[in-house]
Nanobody
């Protein structure tokens, strides 16, 4: 089964930092995929917070995380990262990564592969 695997979640105090990782399972998450990071709180819709397009041409961020989160890719490791800093309690969510075959950042329904999610909790 082709899917993604997220790691790096955990608990952190407000103002702290975490780095999430996203890797392919059953396939190689190479530079030709667009990869998005999403988050979903209980009872709410899943929202995209960042995306990196094929060959890292473009990166996008939701206003709520702009200036605090950075998306990047390590082609040697076929891994996409989400560096999160200045974390706030409202960043508490399950974070998911998703990959899109055509390499473009698009609507949530355009993503082909998803991970199971990793929990991030920001609390004092």
């Amino acid at each position: 089964q082709l899917q993604l695997v997220e790691s790096g979640g955990g608990s952190v105090q407000p103002g702290g930092s975490l780095t999430l990782s996203c890797e392919g399972s059953g396939f190689t998450l190479n530079q030709y995929y667009a990869v998005g990071w999403f988050r979903q709180a209980p009872g709410k819709e899943r929202e995209e917070i960042s995306c990196i397009s094929s060959s890292d041409v473009t990166t996008t961020y939701a206003e709520s995380v702009k200036g605090r989160f950075t998306i990047s890719r390590d082609n040697a490791k076929n891994t996409v990262f989400l560096q999160m800093s200045m974390l706030k309690p409202e960043d508490t969510n399950i974070y998911y990564c998703a990959a899109e075959n055509w390499g473009t950042c698009g609507h949530i329904r355009s993503y082909d592969y998803w991970g199971q999610g990793t929990q991030v909790t920001v609390s004092s």
